[in-house]
């Protein structure tokens, strides 16, 4: 049996030389495969006589159990090897330093809305809202624009479809229908601004069809037109920024207020340059007047006890004099550069740096 103790050692240093799981697999076939060299001399057996038969099956299996055993052990051997590979190949570095991430910026509307809510509230205004989509009460009768008021072509109105009654609601022109749904829901006396998105059907260099005002209004018993002016130059002062900002009320007209009037504040244009605050140019900011008495009866206040004032303006223009941005549209186009340029630095104070005189 010398050429069985010669092949076993010969697969035994075969399957110890195999250096992947593939090679070893492939000694396994050709060893004790179907057709493999173990297995084909097992076949051999048959044509032996009993006795030689027994002695040659025990040797011929002794081989085999010891080649399986040996393929078994390296198999394993090999196994964990591939592993530590993958392993290896696989490693996070965990010394890299982290991706820095970028800041995100407040939107100059809303850095412009913490403003002018922080110096009305200084001034004890509280801030209320209302629905976009509006009614026609609300948005137009109420603040006496009737039908037929050459207002209402004014504010070139989106209207949605008509409902099954004819009625038609719109996108709120302006915030003032939120001081209507404060007069019906609140007794006075009332302190407020209203502060939200607006719409009209209107597009170019200086309108959006959706854009952002604050509107205010105080009902009391008392206020008066010298109130409605100490209360809008104040602001004015601590929105700009600039403690002696010439400002100037023109007699204007608005449905909704009697008298009514339009806030300029100073400015000069030379060179092209705008600067708010000195020179002889002026330039108009909001719009205000003492509440209509129709407009508190239409809301069930008694204007015989009761008046008050309101003011208005748009937040995208006053944001713009402020922070010298030069393109109204811009402001509605997300372009990450531009936010990261007029953008402002979250969690920060509202960069009011005199706020309200004392
Ligand atoms: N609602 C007016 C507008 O959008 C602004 C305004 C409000 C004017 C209050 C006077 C008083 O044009």
Redesign the pocket.
Known sequence: MENLDQLREELLASVTAADSLDALDAIRVSALGRKGRVTEMMKGLGGLDPEQRREAGQALNAVKTAVADAIDARHGGLADAALDAELAADRIDITLPARPESEGRLHPISQTFDEIIAIFGEMGFSVAEGPDIEDDFHNFTA?NIPPEHPARQMHDTFYLPEKPDGERLVLR????PV?IRTMQNNPPPLRIIAPGR?YRCDSDMTHTPMFH?V??LIVDETTHMGHLKGCLIEFCRAYFEIDDVPVRFRPSY?P??EP?AEVDIGCSRKGGELKIGAGDDWLEI????MVHPKVLAACGVDPDKYQGF????GIERIAMLKYGIPDLRTFFDADMRWLRHYGFVPLEVPTLLRGLTP
Do not use: I, P, V
């Not at 909001?286 to 007047?289: S, T």
């Not at 309101?310 to 303006?313: I, L, R, S, V």
């Open positions: 603040l022109t302006h915030t003032s001081q607006t005002q509107e205010g608005f909704f207020t009514s909001l719009g205000c007047g309101a003011f208005g303006m």
